[in-house]
């Protein structure tokens, strides 16, 4: 890694950790989910490192990828379990962390083991540490505490103007043999819940994404909401109330240039992530850089 792009990661995470400090301040039961994402994503721009997502605001039976849209009127309920998923980035080196708040007090056991899953995957991580090694270690915490992992919710490797990026971490052993290498940043990010620990789409999506050497596109609005996303966010995944707030396109036209583009697979949607209704999701999460003889916390 040139040492430019270690020194970019070292202060994003500095800023990811008075963005974290931040949201514990301003969220309370009756916050407003918009508020408190357009405040966070504010704050971090604020400080000289802008987001490198949308913040992510899902609550209870969802576990990632929620981000409000322009029109959201939800509200923190007393009886929320709320993730709180960021990313900052400076110059493209993201860091990116989540911590989960329980406003209903009944969820601290669950939110303790994923903390602990994550404290223990830390302590065993270096270069060569295996994927296998970092999965068994959260299964083992998280079902020995009485929940379960996520199976299909992973860490990953972080790159320059990537945020996720190969490989995936897991949250279960699967016996990978694939060693974490010096040089490289990753997200450690395990979720834990009271359900089967599966998720699929929850059919809401909010967070798009460029994809890259994406093509052309004729509908005039759809280059315009292109050419906005190439120029502001490049490959990493923006919101579509960040193109309504910042294009002087009226809601029907950004709808049609919207679809356009996932159409014709300009653009890629990251829906909402969601377990059965019924069940409990946490979530935490750090960034590390792995060096050849050490790693170093980028969340601090």
């Known amino acids: 890694m040139e040492p430019e792009n270690e020194k970019a990661f070292i202060a994003s995470g500095h800023v990811l950790k008075q963005a974290q400090d931040h949201a514990r301040e301003i969220i309370s039961v009756g916050s407003k989910l918009l508020d408190v994402a357009e405040e966070l994503e504010a704050f ?4 000289g490192a802008p987001p490198a997502f949308p913040v992510n605001l899902s609550r209870n039976f969802q576990a990632a990828h929620y981000s409000p849209s322009l029109d959201d009127k939800s509200t923190v309920e007393k009886n929320d379990v709320l993730k709180v998923d960021m990313g900052v980035h400076i110059n493209g080196c993201v860091t990116d962390a989540a911590f989960t708040l329980d406003f209903s007090g009944k969820w601290s056991e669950m939110i303790q083991a994923n903390e602990a899953a994550l404290a223990g995957a830390l302590k065993i991580t270096r270069a060569g540490t295996t994927l296998h090694e970092i999965g068994s270690i959260v299964e083992k915490t998280i079902r020995g505490a009485g929940f379960a992992p996520i199976q299909n919710l992973c860490g990953h490797g972080i790159a320059q103007w990537h945020t996720h990026f190969p490989p995936s971490l897991p949250s279960i052993a699967n016996n990978n043999p694939t060693p974490l290498e010096a040089g490289n940043v990753y997200a450690l990010e395990p979720f834990a819940c009271n359900g089967k620990g599966m998720v699929h789409d929850g059919g809401v999506t909010e967070i798009f994404q460029l994809e890259e050497n994406a093509g052309a596109v004729r509908n005039e609005t759809a280059r315009k909401i292109l050419a906005f996303v190439e120029k502001n966010y490049s490959t990493l995944p923006f919101a579509e109330r960040w193109i309504a707030r910042e294009l002087n ?31 409990i999701v946490t979530q935490a999460e750090t960034s590390i850089l792995i060096k050849e003889n050490e790693v170093i916390p980028l969340i601090q």
Do not use: C, T, Y
């Not at 971090?44 to 400080?47: D, I, L, N």
């Not at 009226?250 to 949607?269: A, D, H, T, W, Y």
């Open 44 to 47: 971090m721009a604020r400080k």
């Open 249 to 279: 396109i009226s809601g029907f036209q950004r709808k049609v240039g919207m679809r356009e583009l996932l159409q014709k697979q300009v653009i890629r949607p990251h829906p909402v992530l969601v377990e059965d209704r019924n069940v």
